[in-house]
């Protein structure tokens, strides 16, 4: 089969997986006694792509990109994993390769979406950014593969290549690049002291320790004068959701930090220790749409505990937990089955996290854009950080005046899920 007919045939499939899923929504709400009735539809088709079909299709490439485009509906997350990918997903997970090109990318559209891209990473000196797709990986259309196999395609031994075909923002023709994989070295937190004894700290992910590295941080910016603070966490844009409210944890002495719930995962409520707690300073949060999983948690924690605006862009919109499944024939569904709730009971999957203060990054830029317009070798100040740092210097009084957030109830739980960014 041609790759054109072949492309077809998946689209199809992809299309109507999309329809089967919608459809028996649609009739469990209208026929609860027969929640499968619409399969015999995909049965139905599947009988006519055999039979009538051009050309003799390769059911099994159909099959499978059926299972793809019914997980991939569901959200960016899931995924359905092949024999090869489940083995190589099972390889990855015991034995973790050392080396990336330094992206984070989720699904979007279809395509693989950059949504961070680490300082001084390969990924970085190509000039990738977020915004810009991964149209291919390895030769292999994006579309055609599970978010779990395109990060895996992106880490491997350090000196190794992978091929990327990328949709760039500045560039109307695609880029094909040659990234060779490295091991990177762990981002510094950026701290600094601004006049107004305003203790700055940014922070570029949230991997394992890296909320203790804020509190000695913390500890470090106080004795040197500070008296508030501004929390950046702009492109922080992989980590551990156990360390997002660890360090939404410094912050808060009581309330709720987040909620996790799924349809087979009971609703569990994290709330903040006091025993955690360092500072009541005034304070303001950084963000933007590289914001993303664990930091959303933070974000969204101090400001629904009323602790902290939020002064920036929407955030990325990723909060939840996936679970991996394995089926009868050697590959794996990795479902998503628990979602991210705010302390006010808002999804943040899909949805993101809003700012309390909406402000682009550089003058003339669209928001959620704050990415330097091409040949710009200037883009002025930040701003979000100076916006930031006139509200710290106003909030002296309002924010001692915010009475403390009583707690939510429910045991602090150790929801330690990774975000399987490389963190």
């Known amino acids: 089969m041609s790759r054109k007919l072949t492309f077809l045939v998946l689209a199809i499939s992809f299309l109507l997986a999309a329809y089967v899923v919608a459809g028996a929504a649609l009739n469990r709400q209208q026929h609860p006694d027969e929640p499968f009735e619409q399969m015999n539809v995909y049965q139905e088709v599947m009988e006519y792509i055999r039979r009538d079909y051009v050309t003799k299709p390769n059911l099994n490439a159909v099959t499978d990109g059926a299972l793809h485009g019914l997980l991939a509906s569901l959200d960016a997350d899931s995924s359905y994993l092949s024999p090869a990918e489940y083995q190589a997903f099972l390889q990855d997970e015991k034995t973790p390769h050392p080396g990336s090109v330094g992206l984070v990318v989720t699904k979007r559209m279809g395509y693989a979406a950059i949504v961070d891209v680490t300082p001084g990473s390969p990924a970085a000196r190509a000039h990738l950014m977020r915004g810009d797709f991964l149209e291919s990986v390895d030769h292999h259309s994006t579309t055609d593969l599970s978010l779990v196999a395109i990060r895996s395609l992106l880490t491997g031994q350090p000196g190794t290549s992978v091929q990327a075909t990328a949709v760039v923002v500045h560039h109307v023709q695609p880029r094909t690049l040659t990234l060779q994989r490295a091991k990177l070295a762990e981002p510094a937190l950026g701290i600094h002291l601004y006049p107004g004894h305003i203790g700055y700290i940014a922070v570029p992910d949230l991997r394992q320790g890296r909320a203790e590295q804020v509190r000695k941080a913390l500890e470090v910016l106080k004795h040197r004068g500070a008296q508030r603070f501004i929390l950046d ?163 002296t009084k309002t924010a001692h005046a915010c009475p403390l957030p009583q707690p939510a109830g429910g045991q602090y739980v150790d929801a330690s899920y990774d975000t399987r960014q490389g963190a």
């Open 233 to 395: 966490l702009r492109n922080c844009g992989s980590g551990r959701y156990r360390q997002g409210e660890a360090l939404a944890n410094l912050f808060l002495r009581a309330g709720a930090i987040t909620t996790l719930q799924g349809q087979t995962v009971a609703k569990k409520v994290v709330a903040a220790q006091a025993g955690q707690f360092v500072t009541a300073a005034p304070m303001a949060v950084l963000i933007n749409a590289g914001t993303f999983g664990p930091a959303e948690i933070t974000a969204a924690a101090l400001r629904d505990n009323h602790r902290a605006p939020l002064i920036g862009d929407q955030t990325s919109g990723e909060g939840s937990v996936q679970q991996l499944i394995p089926v009868g024939d050697g590959s794996a569904v990795y479902l998503s089955v628990a979602d991210y709730y705010t302390p006010n009971g808002k999804r943040i999957q899909g949805r993101g996290v809003k700012p309390s203060i909406e402000q682009v990054r550089y003058a003339g830029a669209m928001p959620q854009a704050d990415i330097p317009f091409e040949g710009m070798q200037n883009t002025g100040p930040d701003l979000q950080l100076q916006k930031a740092l006139s509200v710290v210097r106003d909030e």
